[in-house]
């Protein structure tokens, strides 16, 4: 009927926990190749990474990131906007 209805209470037992108050890599660190275009999200990423003990050389376009490769022997990982207007 028109304004009837039930009201439910669910109640879920749960215990709390501590959240963890230090987070750390423990890999060792890496010599990383940013690729990307737009300043602030290269100026992000590489804060984070270097936060983290890792050394990060920057490329802004597609062909920039093409020289390093070629002249830089050392990268470990190459990390690559898959949006690049040049390439």
Known sequence: ????GSCFTVQIPLSLCIAPT???????????????DVPLNAE???SLLE???HEVLCAATGEDALSFVDTEDDL???LLDMQLPDI
């Not at 009927?1 to 009837?4: A, D, K, M, V, Y």
């Open 44 to 46: 992000i990423a590489t």
């Open 76 to 78: 470990d990982l190459v």
């Open 1 to 4: 009927t028109e304004g009837e």
């Open 51 to 53: 936060q983290r003990g």
């Open 22 to 36: 230090e987070q750390s890599y423990v890999g060792r660190e890496l010599y990383i190749l940013l690729v990307e």
